[in-house]
T-cell receptor, first 113, second 114 residues
Framework: ETGVTQTPRHLVMGMTNKKSLKCEQH?????MYWYKQSAKKPLELMFV???????ENNSVPSRFSPECPNSSHLFLHLHTLQPEDSALYLC????????????FGPGTRLTVT | AQSVTQLGSHVSVSEGALVLLRCNYS??????LFWYVQYPNQGLQLLLK??????LVKGINGFEAEFKKSETSFHLTKPSAHMSDAAEYFC????????????FGTGTRLQVTL
């Protein structure tokens, strides 16, 4: 595998389910990010991790819980989601936090029913 | 706070015509600037980046962008559009000092017609 991979690519879940999104980067980067992309809205940064430590949480509801066990892996744990949480969730990584381009995974298309 | 403005949420050009996608940033210091492309059901792919070296930046797929500090602009161009260029394009900026994230524009959807 190369670049940034995300699994699953598609996920349908009920409002009472618990599921997790996985992201893995094969680029040797130190920073990882979760974004939410909804139709007709700008890309929303959710969480930032640098060297496994969370450095940013942009007022994301607690039903989204990130986990970064090491610099290569990033998870987004989901529970009791709302229909408005349906979106494309993108993971990205960069060499460092500042001034470096981010490389994106293909995203997980989440539908909450 | 840093902001990025993309003029025109939709742009339509004929195949073979010039592509011009506009991006303006607001920053008190020249930021790092990026253009990304997103094809349907895919993530964002880096087209090119400006990091205070040459003001004219060449990217992949024949795209280029010119950094103009006096206009706080970083417009994306391609001399001749191809059908495969149809996608959504995002301009993004990262602060040169202190900022830890990219600020994205709202995107421009490029349509290429025959």
């Amino acid at each position: 595998e190369t670049g940034v991979t995300q699994t699953p690519r598609h996920l349908v879940m009920g409002m009472t389910n618990k599921k997790s999104l996985k992201c893995e980067q094969h680029l040797g980067h130190n920073a990882m990010y979760w974004y939410k992309q909804s139709a007709k809205k700008p890309l929303e940064l959710m969480f930032v991790y640098n060297f496994k430590e969370q450095t940013e949480n942009n007022s994301v509801p607690s039903r989204f819980s990130p986990e970064c066990p090491n610099s290569s892996h990033l998870f987004l744990h989901l529970h009791t989601l709302q229909p408005e949480d349906s979106a494309l969730y993108l993971c990205a990584s960069s060499q460092e936090l500042q001034g470096y381009e981010q490389y994106f995974g293909p995203g997980t298309r989440l539908t909450v029913t | 706070a840093q902001s990025v403005t993309q003029l025109g949420s939709h742009v339509s050009v004929s195949e073979g015509a010039l592509v011009l996608l506009r991006c303006n940033y607001s920053s008190s210091v020249p930021p790092y600037l990026f253009w990304y492309v997103q094809y349907p059901n895919q993530g964002l792919q880096l087209l090119l980046k400006y990091t205070s070296a040459a003001t004219l930046v060449k990217g992949i797929n024949g795209f280029e962008a010119e950094f103009k500090k006096s206009e706080t602009s970083f417009h994306l161009t391609k001399p001749s559009a191809h059908m495969s260029d149809a996608a959504e394009y995002f301009c993004a900026a990262s602060g040169a000092v202190g900022a830890s994230k990219l600020t994205f524009g709202t995107g421009t959807r490029l349509q290429v017609t025959l």
